[in-house]
């Protein structure tokens, strides 16, 4: 089956130290992203990759790091100088990007819990 | 600033009624795309409208997108419990590649 895997679903980890989130695709899409979500915010974008070794920041890029070495993974660092981690993360992916063809496919998510 | 406005942010009816979410931008849509989310979990693709005046629908659930392109309603009719959830609008804007999507309206439906 193709789709979109985040892991682990729940995550806790002590101030100061820096988590990756996993996010994995076998749909062949060219772009992935990710967000945050916060009670009553809706969905923030972070970072987001429309190719191999690119990606650029979002609107709430500040702690975060990315990296796209592989067509099917974009793993998300959430550093220490992220004030505010603890959020739901999703992980999306889509054929391309612009011109109304962005129909993008969710993982299930990531629940960080930093104390 | 936030770019695409919805309402309500919640909701609560009764089993049977209808409603309706609606979601708006003071830009031009290139493309308007509907989920639902469940509580906790991820986005579930419910449709994409494109076209000024475009309408679709799926089951009891139908979108439509305005002439202009800014404004776009959701329409559940005869409502039931499955419908519960959160129901977001995404959209990419005329001023580049980056997908925005809005602050969601939490939907409730009573037996």
């Known amino acids: 089956d193709g789709g979109i895997t985040q892991s682990p679903k729940y995550l806790f980890r002590k101030e100061g130290q820096n988590v990756t989130l996993s996010c994995e695709q076998n749909?062949?899409?060219?772009?992935m992203y990710w967000y945050r979500q916060d009670p009553g915010q809706g969905l923030r974008l972070i970072y987001y990759?429309?190719?191999?070794?690119?990606?650029q920041k979002g609107d709430i890029a500040e702690g975060y790091s990315v990296s796209r070495e592989k067509k099917e993974s974009f793993p998300l660092t959430v550093t220490s100088a992220q004030k505010n981690p603890t959020a739901f993360y999703l992980c999306?992916?889509?054929?391309?990007?612009?011109?109304?063809?962005?129909?993008?496919?969710f993982g299930p998510g990531t629940r960080l819990t930093v104390t | 600033s936030q770019e695409l406005e919805q309402s309500p942010q919640s909701l609560i009816v009764q089993e049977g009624k209808n409603l309706t979410i609606n979601c708006t931008s003071s830009?031009?849509?290139?493309?308007l795309y509907w989920y639902k989310q469940k509580y906790g979990e991820g986005l579930i693709f419910l449709m994409m409208?494109?076209?000024?005046?475009e309408e679709k629908s799926h089951e009891k659930i139908t979108a439509k997108l305005d002439e202009k392109k800014q404004q776009s309603s959701l329409h559940i009719t005869a409502s039931q419990p499955s419908h519960a959830g959160i129901y977001l609008c995404?959209?990419?804007?005329?001023?580049?590649?980056?997908?925005?999507f809005g602050t969601g309206t939490s939907l409730t439906v009573i037996p």
């Open positions: 999306a992916s889509s054929i391309v990007t612009g011109g109304g063809n962005g129909e993008q496919y």
């Open positions: 995404g959209a990419e804007m005329n001023t580049g590649n980056q997908f925005y």
């Open positions: 409208l494109q076209k000024g005046g």
């Open positions: 990759s429309q190719i191999v070794n690119d990606f």
């Open positions: 830009k031009t849509l290139y493309g």
């Open positions: 749909l062949n899409h060219d772009a």
